[in-house]
């Protein structure tokens, strides 16, 4: 079986690829939001800078999206990633540690460690598949600094119920922690509660424009914070001269415009869903963790199968040209048990995987 670099192989053949491999969104939204983009280009937009705080209005539509009121404000990041990393430097030091989850989005805990600080990982691969309250209390010490409540939970697609989000936002406050809430796949979940709800004042927000909107080429991402901590956050930004002007064009206008696209989006991903597990009901020893998912993604657990992740990775892409993940980047303790499968492609595209994958198996075993 080749051995080339995968994304150097997906990439080159990029036309052809069912990606499913980065979470990325690739149904259709609006024309609105092209049509947007295709006059800020028209209009030369890309010849001057952004206002370091993004374009008029940019802000205001993202508080607006998530029921702010007074006592926030919103920095605009090039991609989410860029904000956990400002986020990361300007809030940590060397000796704190901060709670988070295995499985879990492992760049982020790279950018922890990369500030001196510690992540202290919990083992959230078994039932309920996302961390629980009394697990947190148990791990919190003298040098926890934040709680990293990835909400829905990428790569499990779990999320957290409003109680559960009030009794992690107690424990923040009882202990005089940030929360910092990785709402990145909030407008996939069936329900969803922001821990502003309940302490506002301890809770940073990490936005993404990558998976609702489908924008994960055009690098637009969000810090929303309590305005206490905008000056921190915008002193350790990495760029003071804001974010693509064209993906945020686009992004506003894709705010402005949600109710109309949103729900044929979801309506569209969760039927895709639908299909992948109707396939993996009738192969042996392989199941779905958590279904239905509050993401555009889950994890299908192949632990049983005996087989190496990364081999159906491999054998999905170059023989079949459908891209997966296998669990090795999203988890320490149990990359070896998963790949993780990211729907928001075609159905044409879903049908493929769902058709190719128990040849794959069969094949391996």
């Known amino acids: 079986m080749k051995k080339e670099d995968p994304f150097v192989y997906a990439h080159e053949r990029e036309q ?11 149904i259709e939204t609006s024309p609105e939001i092209i049509k947007a983009m295709k006059e800020a280009l028209e209009e030369g937009k890309y010849n001057l800078y952004p206002h370091r705080d993004g374009i ?20 605009i990041t090039n991609g989410a990633i860029e904000g956990t990393y400002t986020l990361t430097r300007a809030m940590l030091e060397e000796g704190d540690n901060v709670i988070a989850s295995d499985p879990s989005f492992m760049p982020i805990h790279h950018q922890i460690e990369l500030s001196g600080a510690e992540p202290r990982e919990i083992d959230v691969y078994k039932d309920p598949y996302k961390l629980r309250v009394e697990e947190i209390e148990e791990a919190v010490d003298k040098n926890t600094k934040m709680i990293l409540l990835i909400d829905p939970l990428n790569p499990l697609g779990s999320s957290y119920s409003k109680k559960e989000v009030k009794q992690i936002s107690q424990i923040a406050e009882d202990n005089d922690l940030l929360l910092i ?30 998976k609702n909107v489908g924008f994960a080429g055009m690098r637009l991402g969000a810090l929303v914070m309590p305005k206490e901590y905008s000056d921190i956050l915008h002193r350790y930004r990495t760029n003071v001269l804001s974010a693509n002007v064209i993906a945020q064009v686009g992004a506003k206008k894709a705010l402005e415009t949600k109710d109309g696209w949103l729900p044929d989006m979801l309506k ?9 597990k109707e396939a993996v009901d009738k192969i042996p020893d392989i199941s779905l963790p958590v279904y239905p998912s509050n993401t555009n993604m889950f994890v299908i657990d192949v632990e049983k ?4 992740p990364q081999e159906i990775q491999e054998k999905l892409l170059y023989e079949h040209d459908v891209f997966v993940r296998g669990g090795n980047y999203l988890s320490k303790t149990a990359g070896d048990k998963f790949i993780r499968i990211s729907f928001t492609v075609s159905e044409e595209g879903t049908r493929k995987f769902a058709e190719r994958l128990p040849m794959v198996l069969d094949d391996l075993r």
Do not use: C
């Open 56 to 75: 008029l209005g940019l802000k205001q539509a993202l508080l607006d999206d998530l029921g702010l009121k007074d006592g926030f404000d919103a920095l």
């Open 305 to 308: 199968t005996g087989l190496d």
């Open 268 to 276: 569209r991903s969760r039927k895709n869903q639908a299909i992948i």
């Open 181 to 210: 809430h990785d709402i990145t796949y909030r407008d996939f979940a069936y329900e969803h509660t922001l821990a502003s709800e309940f302490v506002p004042e301890r809770t940073i927000f990490v936005y993404s424009f990558s």
């Open 16 to 26: 052809k690829i069912v990606w499913m491999s980065q979470n990325t969104n690739q």
